[in-house]
Nanobody, 122 residues
Framework: QVQLVESGGGLVQAGGSLRLSCAASGRTARSTVRGWFRQAPGKEREFVAAINWNGASTAHADSVKGRFTISRDNAKNTVNLQMNSLKPEDTAVYYC???????????????WGQGTQVTVSS
């Protein structure tokens, strides 16, 4: 089992930055692929970014490329999402997830956090 807890959400003006963190606990936490997804009201959950177990491979959705960066610190068992140049359309609940296959399909992720709200005002 892997437990995930997100932090770092909040309210920010368009053009601003936020850094989300996802702390993991559990025996296999360090060996998992970790991903970030988001869900806006009335919309389906969508892929944001993912990183493999040692940080050597990452993937970012086209909508966030060049603005968001995923990274991980296995010594601290955390994964971070640095979000720059935020836009109102980035407003959503952001979820951390853990699985065993790198990719954008949420069904491939076995464990999920509770989510953290990110609101970008115009």
């Amino acid at each position: 089992q892997v437990q995930l807890v997100e932090s770092g959400g909040g309210l920010v003006q368009a053009g601003g930055s936020l850094r989300l963190s996802c702390a993991a606990s559990g025996r296999t936490a360090r060996s998992t692929v970790r991903g970030w997804f988001r869900q806006a009201p009335g919309k389906e959950r969508e892929f944001v970014a993912a990183i493999n177990w040692n940080g050597a491979s990452t993937a970012h959705a086209d909508s966030v490329k060049g603005r968001f960066t995923i990274s991980r610190d296995n010594a601290k068992n955390t994964v971070n999402l640095q979000m720059n140049s935020l836009k109102p359309e980035d407003t959503a609940v952001y979820y951390c997830a853990a699985g065993y296959t790198l990719g954008p399909d949420p069904d491939r992720y076995n464990y999920w956090g509770q989510g953290t709200q990110v609101t970008v005002s115009s």
